[in-house]
């Protein structure tokens, strides 16, 4: 199941490279559109694929314990 997800997570990242790429083009009004919509959506479904793959978040403390700013305040 862990391998489907990677593939699918590269096949976005891979989609949105290559729209990001074509939108640096001389497009269309219309085509840009499209590919802006397009990319919009891989970008959810990547965000999507990835919160359900990798459920655990990590955050920084603004303050670590071993900073220079902690170890002043002790």
Known sequence: MLDEDLARIRAHRNNIHRYR???RTKLSELERQFIERRLAEEKASLES??????????T???NPVG???ARAEL
């Open 21 to 23: 790429r074509l939108l």
């Open 49 to 58: 694929l990835a919160t359900k793959t990798f459920p655990v978040a990590f």
């Open 60 to 62: 920084v403390p603004n």
């Open 67 to 69: 900073s220079v700013e």
